[in-house]
């Protein structure tokens, strides 16, 4: 990927977990990266850190993506980012990985709980993604997240699952509206993953469930969604738009 013009993606909700595995694999095939982050602008730095250890430049942003009024004041910080640390003026990737999970039984769930993850999880991604398309390049790439959850349905995920079953409609959406501008539109549905804090990491019983619910024997881990929303991003599939791509070793089969 790497070329006489950078390419720069951005990834959001990059300070931890899934996003900064992708921020990481994608700076590890030579993109320049923006993070975004909510509370943890220590982690945000130190991810830009890393990147520029790998010799590409990056920069971490704060996105309240739940915050609908705040959005067209963050795409003027992408603006002034773009120009003062590449010179340039529209970046090539966008990867919507900032949500929020909980829930509660669908007759516990008050409405409060549901405009909380309404809010982060579908309209945020909804109108972040509107007001930054000016700022994508033609021929560029939007990588939505959705989740197993859509297809493996369990008690007490309504409202995220029905959350993300929207994102999946929205990606099938937006590929044939941007289509006319060469932009690719796909989402990943990571299946259960191992990252920091997480139950499937951190309880034994949950951990060898799942291993034992996995096609492939083991519980996923953040390389391999990181891995697989870079390869997306090559050139090589330029043909991939308006696909959900199940990246979970074969849950739940």
Not at 6 to 17: D, E, F, M, N, Q
């Amino acid at each position: 990927m790497t070329q006489d013009k950078p390419k720069i993606a951005l990834v959001t909700g990059a300070s931890r977990g899934l996003g900064k595995n992708t921020a990481l694999a994608v700076a590890k095939k030579g993109v320049g990266v923006i993070v975004t982050y909510l509370n943890g602008e220590v982690e945000a730095k130190s991810v830009v850190s890393e990147i520029e250890a790998m010799g590409n430049k990056a920069v971490a942003l704060q996105l309240d993506i739940g915050s609908i009024e705040t959005l067209d004041a963050f795409v003027l910080q992408v603006k002034q980012a773009l120009q003062n640390t590449w010179g340039i003026e529209q970046f090539d990737f966008l990867i919507n990985n900032a949500g929020v999970s909980g829930g509660s039984l669908f007759t516990e769930t008050t409405e409060e709980e549901f405009d909380r993850i309404f809010n982060v999880n579908f309209k945020g991604v909804f109108f972040l993604t509107q007001k930054l398309l000016p700022l994508l390049k033609d021929g560029g790439r939007i990588v939505n997240f959705s989740s197993f959850l859509t297809r493996t349905i369990s008690p007490g995920r309504a409202i995220y699952a029905s959350m993300k079953g929207a994102i999946e409609v929205l990606t099938r959406s937006l590929a044939k509206e941007l289509g006319q501008r060469q932009i690719t539109v796909n989402v990943v549905a990571p299946g259960a993953i191992a990252t920091e804090g997480s139950v499937v990491r951190d309880n034994p019983e949950i951990n060898k469930y799942i291993t034992s619910q996995t096609a492939l024997g083991r519980v996923g881990e953040p390389d391999d969604i990181g891995g697989a929303i870079a390869l997306l991003l090559s050139e090589e599939n330029r043909w991939i738009t308006g696909q959900r791509i199940e990246v979970s070793g074969g849950q739940s089969l």
